[in-house]
């Protein structure tokens, strides 16, 4: 084949060229350290590594989620931790309010105490988050949630939610959302009242009689009928009454014996007087504040004589079983956090390596791994030494010709 | 003697002429378009002395162009494909680095507002965290207004690089056509006939033409369709019309006519097939990624509640305002009638890339032909003549669907249609270029959900009470009571409603709300309510820490919007850049192998054309020996004389 002078020189000329770009291409590789960097360079894997970026990131969103619900949880555990010792503080002072020797002005002492203790538990009930929401509102973040208004008729406050039900759930992976908050309804308020089925209180006033009740209790509660009694001692006979005032019991009185009806079990001791009356309610609500608040009326209560005691002691029976629901009530509201954070740290853990093996993968997709570097400086190199070789062939051929020996 | 004189001359010429050749060889070895010449001896005719031919030397039969027409044309052929796609990477290399690149593209600004949400979920009530997302989805919406101006900006340059191309190929024509011209007046000079290859190679770069030799030796030029660029002498400019287009593509003009579709190769092809396949195809994608990001944004926020207590508002541009609809009716300037039409997003999963010509063809019997353009389908229309004439939307015959590939199709006035009316519909690109944040109040996020849903206090059974699914926000403001029979805990009452229902205690039993005609949502009433027991969902006011609507929009950009419901905005950003990368590199491909076989042909040409200096070299010795063995001969000849003469004295 006859070549031309002018194509020696194109056809050396570009291939110099081609292998100047391949150079070029791999030191640009290189200088990103990565095969990868633009969709036309290998547009089926730069699509699997903006997959892989669009799960990082999720999974990167889903981590900073579990932090933040984490840390919003661990607040919360604090603050509930301290209203369990303040519910605590709480029984020890219904416990010593028992004593029956106790004088007007202990039991005085013990209120004020007892007061404080009220004046804690609201102020931690009412706890904010680093952002200053309200931990225990709901939605209502922005609301204090335990309000109280005085009452003058009792000389008392009554306690009032001032948030709504709703739990805040965040998610932290695609299939699981975590609940970051509980509403203080469910936690505070919403406690089942006396011991738990019923609620027995001394209603006669002024109070005659000394007869104590005791807390009661369902002892088979397929019995249970659920409602609300009236018992009355007259002429040494227990009488208790429904709520439509029919008869349910008539029983004669028997100090330290126990009565029996509608699946309710209770017993009374102490010299019966007539007119002495019980109220019996099943399934009333009580707040941790307004149990807390019975305490400190109670203890208020005069304690002049046999038959005030026998009140305060009744009332008492009644207190010391709620606080001690209280303290469940917030005891299974820890341990319901408790296993949130578990859930949050076994997700965090499983999470965490994925985006490890999701940055591996999308390394290697890319040719940024080690692997793929290594591939990158080999071809960087021996690319350098063909482009060498070409210079010297080109420069070699092009200085032979017949003119020179003209 | 002077036979022998007469002989040494003629050689001395023919060897002048062949060294001048060789001279005019190396001097030109390096002129674009010079084919190598090389000259024919011929010897001269003999004459007769006595029974016996004595020849009379040479002379110079020819000078030769060497030239191969069938290698001319296949470089010109080879050169075009090999400029089109070099033209075609060169520009889709460029959008295919904005595309893919970290800060240039979507893809990073997506990820920042998916995160800012995320943070918001978080903490709703925290004004920080608001923000952050107002300011990352501002970021978002300039990023799109910006990717669209870049791709407007590409095809206003990408226009004027075609005109600039028409430019060139009349210049180059006008040459054609001169030297025609001096051809007609008897010139065949080989520099002529270089010149004029020439000038047809560089033609040949800006699109392939048919090149016709005429009987009287001069070339014509023209498109496939015919139309052409010279005949004989004269030539016809070629022109980018100039008439605004609604989607992406330039006109070419050939004499007023429309020759854009004959060109099938060349750097122009390559410039209008990045206009179609890259721009045009970005374009209509970046406009469906804002379309759906914005419609589905706006339709979550609408079923939530911001800070104001109020229900959300938009959060980024209402796409299916009056003004968009009839944006995307682009009617001819040639139309007779005066309808004005307009195009709604109806259903974004059944969108497709595409643009639509929508022609009147018969005004009086109500006759439209509707085309998509991606893949040329005709689909058959009618106005629907039962709803009402004005506005009035256009249905699909056979189904009777009012939308075809997820767009509606209204006229203002039925009547004002004239026959041959034509419109180009454009339901998706450019879109992008209005995809703005209307929100601006970090209070406006609607994060919370409409209804608040509360148990009683006074209830004593263990009966709890959520949100179901929200389908509208049409009862959300009226107090509803769900009340447990008194005497029945299995039986229960809806208010506004007389109608007893039947629960099923122990498990969620799903309540529509209102219960009687068409939900607006629901509540999933759970555990063992007592008889007696009430529930209530009100207006959710003053719900700053409620973050539950707030977590629907954080899904919204992994949300199955396109294709059926199986592509998200982040998965139809990601399919755009790999597309766009695959075409790039599909460009790149198909021009280094047409550049191989481009460097063929001019190889071929090169080895019949070319000049070798070595072999002029060899020409030079060969010549010049001959030359000075002609002038020892004349030498000779003198000294002949001589001798004759001296004899003589």
């Known amino acids: ?406 | 003697m002077s036979d022998i004189m007469s002989t040494s001359l003629s050689a001395l010429y023919a060897y002048k002429s062949a060294l001048t050749t060789v001279s005019n060889n190396i001097a030109n070895a390096n002129t674009p378009g010079y084919s190598r010449q090389s000259v024919l001896f011929a010897a001269n005719a003999s004459q007769k002395i006595g029974s016996n031919y004595i020849g009379s030397g040479v002379s110079v039969a020819s000078i030769q162009r060497n030239v191969d027409n069938f290698v001319n044309y296949q470089v010109r052929s080879t050169s075009s494909v090999q400029s089109q796609y070099d033209t075609l990477f060169n520009s889709s290399a460029q959008i295919d680095q904005i595309l893919s690149g970290d800060g240039s593209g979507i893809s990073a600004s997506l990820q920042l507002f998916s995160s800012a949400l995320g943070a918001m979920t978080s903490n709703p009530a925290d004004r920080a965290a608001r923000n952050v997302v107002l300011q990352n989805g501002q970021l978002l919406a300039d990023r799109f207004k910006s990717m669209q101006g870049i791709l407007t900006q590409y095809q206003a340059d990408s226009t004027k690089k075609i005109s600039q191309s028409a430019d060139q190929i009349n210049i180059l024509a006008k040459g054609i056509a001169d030297i025609n011209k001096q051809m007609g007046a008897g010139s065949t000079s080989p520099d002529l006939l270089d010149k004029r290859d020439n000038l047809l190679q560089q033609l040949s770069s800006y699109s392939d033409l048919n090149v016709i030799t005429q009987s009287d030796g001069s070339t014509s030029v023209g498109f496939g369709n015919g139309q052409m660029l010279v005949t004989g002498t004269t030539q016809h400019d070629l022109s980018v019309s100039s008439s605004k287009s609604a989607d992406f593509g330039t006109k070419l003009l050939l004499g007023g006519v429309d020759v854009t579709a004959s060109v099938s190769s060349g750097s122009i092809k390559g410039q209008l097939d990045f206009e179609t396949k890259i721009l045009g195809k970005a374009s209509q994608s970046l406009g469906l990624i804002a379309i759906g990001l914005a419609g589905e944004f706006n339709t979550q926020q609408s079923l939530g509640v911001d800070l104001n207590n109020q229900l959300g508002g938009n959060f980024f541009t209402d796409f299916n305002s009056a003004a968009l609809q009839e944006d995307r009716a682009i009617s001819f300037t040639s139309n007779t009638g005066t309808a004005v039409v307009s195009v709604s997003i109806s259903d974004t999963s059944q969108i497709q890339l595409s643009d639509y010509n929508l022609t009147v063809t018969d005004a009086a019997t109500n006759q439209y032909s509707l085309v998509r353009k991606s893949d040329g389908t005709s689909i058959p229309l009618t106005w629907d003549s039962s709803g009402p004439s004005s506005p009035a939307t256009l249905s699909v015959t056979a189904t009777g669907n009012t939308s075809v590939d997820g767009i509606s199709i209204t006229v203002d006035d039925i009547s004002r249609f004239a026959n041959n009316d034509r419109f180009t519909l454009v339901p998706t690109g450019g879109m992008a270029g209005y995809f703005n944040q209307t929100i601006t109040d970090f209070r406006g996020i609607a994060a919370a959900s409409p209804v608040r849903t509360q148990a009683t206090a006074a209830n004593t059974g263990s009966g709890q009470i959520a949100l179901g699914t929200i389908s509208d926000t049409s009862a959300v403001n009226t107090p509803y009571t769900i009340t447990i029979d008194p005497s029945d805990a299995t039986q229960y009452t809806v208010s506004g409603d007389a109608t007893v229902y039947t629960l099923t205690p122990g498990s969620d039993n799903v309540i529509n709300i209102p219960s009687s005609g068409t939900p607006s949502f629901t509540v999933v009433l759970s555990g063992t309510p007592s008889a007696g027991d009430s529930f209530s969902t009100s207006f959710n006011s003053d719900s700053s820490g409620d973050n539950s609507n707030g977590l629907q929009l954080a899904k919204a950009l992994n949300k199955g919007l396109f294709s059926g419901g199986s592509v998200s905005v982040i998965d139809q950003n990601t399919n755009l850049i790999s597309d766009i990368g695959a075409l790039t590199n599909d460009s790149k491909l198909r021009s280094e192998s047409a550049g191989v076989l481009s460097q063929q042909a001019i190889s071929a040409q090169d080895s019949k054309s070319g000049v070798n200096m070595d072999e002029e070299g060899g020409d030079l010795i060969k010549y010049q020996a001959a030359f000075a063995a002609v002038g020892k001969l004349m030498q000779i000849v003198q000294e002949m004389n001589r001798v004759i003469l001296d004899s003589m004295r």
């Open chain 1, 1 to 406: 084949m006859r070549i031309s002078t002018g194509q020696i020189f194109k056809t050396g000329t570009q291939q110099i060229m081609t292998k100047q770009a391949r150079l070029a291409e791999l030191s640009k590789q290189l200088a990103q350290q990565a095969k990868i960097a633009n969709a036309s360079d290998d547009s089926v894997a730069f699509s699997q590594i903006q997959i892989l970026n669009n799960q990082y990131n999720k999974a990167q969103i889903y981590q900073s989620n579990n932090q933040s619900t984490a840390s919003a949880l661990n607040n919360q555990d604090s603050v509930l931790s301290s209203i369990g010792g303040i519910v605590q503080s709480l029984q020890i002072v219904a416990n010593q309010a028992g004593n029956g020797t106790l004088s007007s002005a202990d039991r005085l002492a013990l209120a004020t105490q007892a007061q404080s203790l009220l004046d804690a538990l609201q102020n931690n009930a009412n706890s904010t988050d680093l952002n200053g929401n309200y931990m225990f509102s709901g939605s209502k973040a922005n609301l204090a949630p335990i309000g109280r208004t005085y009452d003058s008729s009792t000389n008392s406050y009554d306690y009032v939610y001032n948030g709504d039900d709703k739990q805040r759930f965040q998610a932290i992976s695609d299939s699981t959302t975590v609940a970051s908050n509980d509403p203080g309804s469910d936690i505070f308020f919403n406690i089942a009242s006396g011991n738990g089925n019923f609620y027995v209180a001394q209603t006669a006033n002024p109070n005659q009689g000394t007869v104590v009740a005791s807390l009661g209790s369902v002892p088979d509660s397929s019995q249970y009928i659920p409602g609300d009694y009236t018992l009355t001692i007259n002429g040494n006979v227990v009488d208790v009454t429904d709520s439509n005032n029919n008869s349910v019991l008539s029983t004669p009185y028997q100090d330290g014996g126990s009565i029996t009806f509608n699946g309710i079990s209770l017993s009374l001791s102490g010299s019966a007087q007539d007119g002495q009356t019980f109220s019996i309610n099943s399934g009333q609500k009580v707040s941790l504040f307004s149990m807390t608040q019975q305490l400190i009326t109670s203890l208020k209560a005069p304690n002049e004589n046999q038959a005030d005691r026998a009140a305060i002691q009744t009332t008492n029976y009644q207190i010391i079983s709620q606080l001690s629901r209280g303290l469940s009530s917030v005891n299974n509201a820890r341990a319901n956090v408790g296993g949130r954070l578990n859930q949050l740290e076994a997700i965090n853990t499983s999470t965490a390596s994925l985006m490890l093996i999701n940055q591996e993968t999308s390394q290697k997709l890319s040719g940024s791994d080690t692997e793929g570097l290594t591939s990158i400086i080999s071809d960087f190199q021996s690319s350098q030494a063909f482009l060498q070789i070409a210079q010297q062939a080109f420069t070699s051929i092009s200085k032979l010709s017949v003119f020179n020996f003209i």
